[in-house]
């Protein structure tokens, strides 16, 4: 196999670290609204309301769940679609994905609203903190309000970087957390001591945050399609979305499981103090995880296109820089948290809460202790969803957030008290990575830890020396990479007249983005892979310039009299027995068939 070696940061590289910038300023942005809840009600409103606040914290992380199992599941089948060059099917399944969102809501929401009392005792408002039940009542009954808006508004939000527009995810975010937040002051305003108006700013913020988003889809040039028409198209699909959306699902309703019997362990054994200091750790951590969940879900975007792909070489690429640039996000966490605990934690508390301050401090230093390990097993596990290995995915979710860490906080709690409660994170982690190790040593293919890591087996991609990958930076790289896709051409006994038609493809279509896409100053990269396949000759072309849709540009051409216009692309379709293209992940792709 041609191997091109540099030094450069392939597309991969790029992709992942700009996707991964999106995806923290999205959720840090995010993150701080659901920060400053907290701390407007524990400044404002006092130990109790925290407390309540805290107990509210499972079914407040999962309001999105609707939105989230569909968002993840529909997007997993889109790209892996996409990748295979279904643009198509893959807009149907966008579309029901909308749809399901935004039905399912309003009717969990009316349901909620129609039990709020049950479910804040089920929440763990009884017994000693009997107390607290109006207060989660109050909270439940605002936050719902936004519940319809939260989840289709997910759904909008997981598909933005898909059709390259990133920035419209940050400028939403930042317009839900100034509505979070300004509705936050004034409910403490005008409605001092009402935790109904603070959960219905949390409302008004998701409502504000659906809003702009949906001004995506006025944005001719895009390639997410939304229409009515393709429902009954798509309904076959609603089973393969909630299969695949299912370790998301996994994840966060063992997440509310496993908080809720949390809070039932507080309130049967410690004081609200205790509580409190929890909760103080609960919203640190909506900040904290954003670090080391921003790699994660590029991962699993990346590796369910390149999977679909079936591309070893980039999925490789793909692991090594998640750690490489995860590791270095995550260490932002930990020091500060590790550093300055006390400083952090005093956020919440007024004055008089010395007691509670201390606890709070001591459980945001063991925070910061875990995000590494954090880092590595969500990395791990969402790997294996994005590469379709959901009954793994769904288990190691499940012990994740449920199964190893409920029995882990009950032992602990029972031999060190309330403070047990987050001394067991480190400890559950730990096990948790241990056997992530040990399934991927026990994986049957590969002889070594770097073969077995990418979990495939020797079927995935094309045999050995059918497969071609290099990249080029320049115009001179890109004559060359003509020249070696001929050469590899004849070596695969492609017979010589599809060769030159590979090599002079890879010299049109090369010099075409250098020449155009290259010329804003920034630093770009054209990706070519190619594989030889039952005698077939299959051309993928990866760069990360401004989106230029070539197959549009050739129907635009076509119409025309004028056959000498754009000479190069009518010769390279002329030539293809197809061509694709699809913009995602702020790149241009086309896969090309000789």
Not at 354 to 373: C, D, F, K, N, Q
Not at 550 to 569: A, K, P, T
């Amino acid at each position: 196999m041609f191997t091109f070696r540099r030094q450069k940061r392939s597309i991969i590289e790029k992709v992942f670290v700009r996707s991964q910038a999106a995806y923290m300023g999205k959720n840090f942005t995010q993150a701080v609204g659901a920060l400053v809840d907290g701390v407007v009600i524990g400044k404002a409103l006092g130990v109790d309301a925290l407390a309540a606040f805290s107990l509210v914290w499972p079914l407040a992380v999962s309001s999105y769940l609707i939105g989230g199992v569909i968002a993840g599941g529909s997007r997993n089948l889109y790209t892996r679609m996409a990748g295979q060059g279904d643009i198509d099917g893959a807009n149907q399944v966008f579309t029901l994905a909308v749809l399901l969102s935004a039905e399912l809501s309003v009717a969990v929401g009316i349901a909620m609203l129609l039990g709020l009392s049950p479910i804040a005792v089920v929440l763990g408002a009884r017994g000693a903190n009997e107390h607290l039940r109006p207060l989660v009542c109050q909270y439940l009954a605002g936050m719902t309000l936004g519940l319809p808006f939260e989840n289709t508004a997910k759904v909008f939000s997981e598909y933005m970087g898909i059709d390259s527009d990133h920035r419209r995810t940050l400028v939403a975010t930042a317009a839900m957390t100034a509505a979070d937040i300004l509705g936050d002051l004034a409910a403490i305003t005008f409605f001092p001591g009402s935790m109904f108006a603070l959960g219905a700013a949390t409302a008004l913020g998701q409502t504000v945050y659906f809003a702009v988003l949906s001004t995506h889809f006025l944005r001719p040039n895009r390639m997410l399609r939304f229409s009515l028409r393709g429902r009954a198209g798509a309904l076959s699909r609603a089973g393969a979305i909630l299969v695949n959306g299912a370790p998301y699902g996994v994840d966060l309703l063992s997440s509310v499981i496993a908080g809720i019997a949390i809070n039932h362990i507080l309130s049967a054994t410690v004081a609200s103090a205790y509580i409190a200091a929890f909760g103080v750790r609960r919203s640190i951590s909506s900040l904290v995880w954003v670090f080391y969940l921003g790699a994660a879900d590029t991962v699993w975007t990346l590796s369910s296109i390149y999977y679909g792909e079936e591309d070893r070489k980039a999925l490789d690429t793909l692991q090594k820089t998640a750690v490489r640039v995860g590791a270095a996000t995550a260490a932002i966490p930990t020091i500060l948290l590790t550093a300055f605990p006390r400083f952090i934690a005093g956020i919440f508390f007024g004055t008089g809460d010395s007691e509670t301050l201390a606890l709070a401090a001591e459980a945001t230093r063991v925070l910061g202790l875990t995000v590494p390990l954090c880092l590595m097993i969500y990395i791990f596990v969402y790997y294996l969803m994005g590469t379709g290995k959901l009954r793994a995915a769904n288990l190691f979710n499940f012990l994740l957030e449920l199964g190893a860490v409920v029995p882990g906080v009950w032992l602990m709690v029972a031999l060190f008290g309330g403070r047990g409660v987050w001394l067991a994170s480190p400890v559950m982690l730990s096990a948790m990575l241990v056997g992530a190790l040990a399934y991927i040593h026990n994986w049957k293919r590969g002889d070594t830890f770097s073969e077995k890591r990418l979990l495939l087996g020797p079927e995935f991609s094309a045999a050995p020396g059918k497969e071609l990958n290099i990249t080029a930076t320049t115009l001179a790289e890109v004559m060359d990479m003509s020249r070696r896709a001929g050469e590899f051409c004849l070596e695969n006994g492609i017979d010589r007249r599809k060769a030159n038609h590979l090599a002079l493809c890879i010299e049109e279509l090369g010099v075409n983005v250098v020449e155009h896409g290259f010329t804003d100053g920034a630093p770009h990269a054209i990706d070519m892979r190619i594989l030889v396949r039952d005698g077939d000759l299959i051309l993928r072309i990866r760069d990360d310039c401004r989106p230029f849709n070539l197959v549009e540009q050739y129907r635009v051409l076509h119409d025309e009299e004028d056959i000498s216009r754009n000479l190069g692309i009518r010769v390279v379709f002329g030539m293809s027995s197809s061509i694709q293209y699809l913009s995602t992940m702020s790149t241009n792709n086309l896969i090309i068939r000789i």
